[in-house]
């Protein structure tokens, strides 16, 4: 007997919270932050961080790099062929960025590194993808230039499209070193008073507990370049209100979270080097994602790539203000466990 086929459908509840206020150099003015979560403590959280970030002045944010990655895997006979055939292409670049030409309007052949691993060659190439992510568009451009490979060095043989070496939804430290996504930079710093006013700590607490927690606590667990508290759930309520790649929070929420007292204040700062957002593509014609892009004035006429360096600065304001709110809760006994007691149970 067959079985009917069932629709399903559910919906993760988003809110808008902020405004955050953005003081350059990327992105200036105030913004409402779309943030899709079942864990609604997150919400009056990050709300917490935009209180703090307007009365401070704004949130300084750049974008240190823009490239997407796509590895692919081809044998050779032996490891001297291997090196011989990489040894041709990096001499080869300007007939390998003509081919990826031809497979989009917007990709560019940026660079290409190898490893050689026995007979095995990875080679992981570079591109810029103007306002998509770019997931599907690095994978056309890194198929023309495999398939031209294997007809110009008839020894090498496929093996796959992606070799790992990309590295895509996977925590590793080559796309800390080399990128992958946005490399994104956002800082803050927070005037005593008010640190003391709303987040309810002071400067040499925060930052104490940034080293103890954040850098000697992930170091304890093996963590990956990552010294963070919880970047992971700014970006997955982000990604899902703006229509991205959710598992992209694996390689994303690799990042660093950094504390001073400098002169009686704190200055804070977050650094996310493989953000993996878009305003094209997969997931953008939603209905409500299109119009949380449109509030974030990530739709407007600009260069291609533009919004979507907008849109990667956005978010990594998201993930200050959450990243400021927790760590200042957690330096102060019972406040993070009396939150969640407060928003999460019902009566």
Known sequence: MKTPEVELSAAVPMRRVGPVLLAGPEVTGEFLLPLATFETPLWPSVGR???????SGGIRAVVVDDRMTRSILVEAP??????????ALASRQAEAQALVAQTSRFARLLDVHRQIIGNLLYLRFEFSTGDAAGHNMVTAAAERLMDWLLAEFPALR?????????ADKKATAVNGILGRGKNVVAELT?????????????????????V?????????AGGLRSANAHFANMLLAFYLATGQDAANIVEGSQGFTHAEARGGDLYFSVTLPNL??????AGKDLPFVRENLELLGCLAERAPGANARRLAVLCAAAVLCGELSLLAAQTNPHELMQAHRKLERKP
């Open 190 to 210: 927070v005037p005593r008073k008010l640190c003391e006013r709303y987040l309810k700590a002071t400067p040499e607490k925060i930052a104490e507990l940034n």
């Open 78 to 87: 032996e490891a001297a062929e291997a090196l011989r055939v990489a040894e």
């Open 49 to 55: 961080g935009a209180r703090v970030a307007q009365a």
């Open 212 to 220: 103890k927690k954040n850098l000697l606590g992930t170091l304890a």
């Open 158 to 166: 496929y093996v796959s499209i992606s070799g790992n070496f990309c």
């Open 276 to 281: 993996i957002v878009g305003t094209v593509g």
